[in-house]
């Protein structure tokens, strides 16, 4: 194992009608607070009339600001960053899920940035400062409810980026299940695909004697894997929808990979897909993930036996590896197309025109951190371009 | 899956050599420290001059306590409390296992509370301040590191009883664990029934829908057990003792118990056996535990069933559930012994004279929250007997 340094401060307020207690809470800390939130569905739900009626109820002044878009763009920040600091806001509220909690988080520490937003992404200097956030969370995928990081799309030159600090923990989350009924098919897949890509990151890894993290990974795994079969079904199965939206916290608060190597690179080649193509986070995963473990597993045959046996269910038997590996590939690609998730790149509406520039950006050295892409197998241009091309 | 609210705030360091960074860590935020321990173990080791020279090049001024014994006693919280005024202590930083730590934080919390800080464990009512605290580890057991509660003994009163409030989490906990090499067979036996004991306390329950952490409570506990076979065996397997520390630490961090009503009956009993006996806490459990699950498993077949499948390995088979379970509950008594623990309340030099008293003790009405005792099976007087008897 690995020396680790491991932090989660966030507040966490599960289960039913949490969300109605959140003037309650910020009263302590916040006198005006921003309400960050995307497109309509926060407003036809109810959910944002009754969380300003509460903050209303606790005489906290605040402020909207809507618009948030899939893979947030840094022109809403920029926005956001202004009207916070006209109207002296001391307080951010994201209601939505990854993207507004994420564009939350760039505001929040672009407020006291005195340059642009922008080269906090581009620099990766740590930050001394952030205004303080809460969310409500109305989708499980992202994990960006407890995490420290934030991912922005730079529009203009088609690049996302990612950012973290201590600074960006929100303070309190709140995470009703029953705010996730009302998710479309398509929006419940994709989250599933994000949060289960959050915790192969981290399980995927040559570091040995990892037991205890090993079997919580792989205890998550499962438990998403089966709730995620009866919400897809049932999008009214609250108790299903709890374990989706517990163990979508858990995944990328940090624990799940303590003490050992991470990975990351499908992390890295879904990002190049999402600013070329502007596709879902979570489907660009689904296609790349099983293209990676095909190109890597040899690196670590042990590593993904265990995959199969310990998730996948496979019977472990006496057979060649390759075969047992291959058959847990399979199941997972099985259970991505249960999700009604694309298994190829075609499937996304890409071809294989842009695949060497984004093989490119992908391991480019701008930022030191993401070349080589990859723990368990560092991988250069040339390794991205044939995942991409297996991924085709 | 039930509602809850998680915090766990403490900033976790794990690994080799990390209580050297102990000065510079606190640094910020302390002025003048009270290192607090217990007997010779941390002079004889070393810790205790690494510690403090870590303060003195961070010039940091600081004051030492030592004199803590296991089931930590009130004299000592006292004089503690007077010594951290009249030097004006603004952070207690305490080198140990459970006993060190629980005595630091009912110092901690004495220091600004009025009257005597006895009376804070009799009323229960919630407390408003308490100086912070960091930790050093040097037993993996109790899980004090990360939780918010603290036990202290009153001799004279022959009382045992436990405190919680958020502002007793530590702020920063070192885990070294090759501080945990010169540990004594018998502590570390304790330790891992202590924090089994801790998964156990939150993992056997009636809410239905927990797969999550089902799942983590059945990791961690497989966890524990293969790799206390390894530590008893040979106290300096690194590894072996990474696993154990991450273990205890996540066992009592609330996390495992989430969304779950939760038991503790057997450290309700236990508690009663160490104020009257002063055994160790972990034997006590390894004694306690076999006997209450015997007494209360006809109250839900299925969850001790899935105890025996996933944790212990026992076949499922098609069976009658009681011989499943008994196997069970037999091989958890194997992995005791294997430990050196006792199996029964004689091998404590406890006979039957006090186990009425005892039981009367352990649902006692003073405090609201300890009757009738624990949540799979409420127990009552007779039934904690009952239970002591079978242990006999």
Redesign the interface.
Known sequence: ????????????????D?ESRVGELLKPHAKKVLVHYGGGSVKRSGLLDRVCASLIQSQIAYIELGGVVPNPRLSLVREGIELCRDENVDYILALGGGSVIDSAKSIAMGVFFEGDVWEIFEAYNPIQKALPIATVLTIPAAGSETSAITVLSNEDKQLKLSFGSPHLHPRLSIINPELFFSLPKNQIANGIADMMSHVFERYFTNT??T??????C???L??VM??ARLVIDDPYDY??W??IG??AM?AHNG?LG??RQQDWACHGMEHELSALYDVAHGAGLAVLTPAWMRYVYHENIPMFMQFAVNVMGVDSGFRHPNALIEQAIGRLQEFYKRMGLPLTLRELDINDSQLELMAEKATRASRSKRKPLGGLKPLDTQDVLAIYRLAL
């Open positions: 194992m690995l020396n680790f340094d491991f932090q989660s401060p966030t507040r966490i307020l599960f289960g039913k949490e040995v004697h037991d205890l993290t090993d079997g919580l792989e205890s998550l499962k438990t089966t709730n108790e299903a709890c374990e517990f163990s858990l624990l303590m003490g």
